[in-house]
């Protein structure tokens, strides 16, 4: 069975650094999709960011950006000039390559802090 | 687009009574959805998966007759809690998989809590 696991369950960054949320995973499967999900006070579950592993170029989304290292199985977040609305509990998510297959597994989370 | 609604966002009830939480996709046609729970301050962990026209999928642990689960139309599928017990008081979020759009993303509703007295 697949496992997804972030190590750090708090992170603090200060307004308008750049902060790094790590994620590693383990699985058996060659083709796979890997997700970073947002969850803020609200709880309403917010795509971030994803990146597909076939594809060795990492995927940027404005502020957002991974770094996914298939050997390694890790695939981290980078939040660069970060903002107040970006703290929330941040998900890291393992999703198989298809078939039936299109359940999402999820890290336990980091919550994350935004210092004025 | 791809807008997923949940009712009630939120329920109290009595114990031993049931609960049933409605999931729709509003603006598109779901052939999967899934239902996860997720207790204060820890992950989503997935219930069961349900596919249009047939059974859901449980998750090992999931009572199968405690958590009835039913997807009737490709843009509704409910969750009953049967006979509700305090335990089973917390946050079930539901999520959708468009059948049209790109296979591998899936759109999450706002939740409902749950409280059992």
């Known amino acids: 069975a697949q496992t997804v696991t972030q190590s750090q369950p708090e992170m603090s960054v200060q307004e308008a650094e750049t902060v790094t949320l790590s994620c590693t995973y383990d699985t058996s499967e060659s083709d796979y999709y890997l997700f970073w999900y947002k969850q803020p006070p609200s709880r309403q579950m917010i795509l971030v960011i994803r990146?597909?592993?076939?594809?060795?170029q990492n995927a940027t989304e404005n502020r957002f950006s991974v770094n996914f290292q298939k050997a390694a199985k890790s695939f981290s977040l980078k939040i660069s000039d970060s903002q107040l609305g970006d703290a929330a509990m941040y998900f890291c998510?393992?999703?198989?390559?298809?078939?039936?297959?299109?359940?999402?597994?999820f890290g336990k989370g980091t919550l994350l802090t935004v210092n004025p | 687009g791809a807008v997923v609604s949940q009712h009630p966002s939120w329920v109290i009830c009595k114990s031993g009574t049931s609960v049933k939480i409605e999931c729709r996709s509003l603006d598109f046609q779901a052939t999967t959805m899934f239902w996860y729970r997720q207790f204060p301050k820890q992950s989503l962990m997935l219930m069961a998966t349900s596919n249009e026209g047939s059974k859901a999928t449980y998750e090992q642990g999931v009572e199968k007759d405690k958590f009835l689960i039913n997807h009737a139309s490709l843009t509704l599928s409910t969750l009953t809690v049967t006979s509700a017990h305090p335990e089973d008081s917390s946050f079930y979020i539901c999520s959708a998989r468009e059948i049209a759009g790109a296979d591998n993303e899936q759109f999450f509703g706002p939740g409902t809590r749950l409280t059992v007295l």
């Open positions: 990146q597909e592993a076939y594809k060795q």
């Open positions: 998510a393992y999703r198989g390559s298809g078939g039936s297959n299109y359940k999402l597994t």
